[in-house]
Nanobody, 122 residues
Framework: VQLVESGGGSVQAGGSLRLSCTAS????????VGWFRQAPGKEREWVAN???????TDTDSVKGRFTLSKDVAKNTVSLQMNSLKPEDTAMYYC?????????????????WGRGTQVTVSS
C-alpha cells in the first residue's frame, strides 16, 4: 500500500493550491482519509479528514479556506487550499485508516504518504 501526495509548491499569500492523495494497491472507498501538516521545528498537526460517507471535519485555522473532497472513481482525495497564509507553510501528509475516522489522533492512522511541501510567502 502506498499513498502519494502531489500538488505542493510555492505560492504567495492569498493564493491557492490543490493537493491530491492517491493510493496504489489500495482503495479509499471504505477509509477515513486525513491530511496533516508539519512545519519545521513543530509537531505534525491535523488539518482535516473525510470519512466514508464523505463528511468532512477540519481544524479551526483552515475553516472556510480549505476544502476536502473524495473522487472514488479516481481513488483520490483532494485538499483544495484557498486564501493561503504564510503560516500554512509546511510539509503536508495524507493518511488513511479503514477502522475509524480518528481525526487528530495521528498515531492511529495505518497508512501514510511521504508528504508534499507547501510554501507560502508573504
Amino acid at each position: 500500500v502506498q499513498l502519494v501526495e502531489s500538488g505542493g509548491g510555492s505560492v504567495q499569500a492569498g493564493g491557492s493550491l490543490r493537493l491530491s492523495c492517491t493510493a496504489s494497491g489500495y482503495t479509499f472507498n471504505n477509509d477515513c482519509v486525513g491530511w496533516f501538516r508539519q512545519a519545521p521545528g513543530k509537531e505534525r498537526e491535523w488539518v482535516a479528514n473525510i470519512d466514508v460517507g464523505g463528511r468532512t471535519t477540519d481544524t479551526d485555522s483552515v475553516k472556510g479556506r480549505f476544502t476536502l473532497s473524495k473522487d472514488v472513481a479516481k481513488n483520490t482525495v483532494s485538499l483544495q487550499m484557498n486564501s493561503l497564509k504564510p503560516e500554512d507553510t509546511a510539509m503536508y501528509y495524507c493518511a488513511a485508516d479503514r477502522r475509524f475516522c480518528w481525526g487528530p489522533k495521528r498515531t492511529m492512522y495505518t497508512y501514510w504518504g511521504r508528504g508534499t511541501q507547501v510554501t507560502v510567502s508573504s
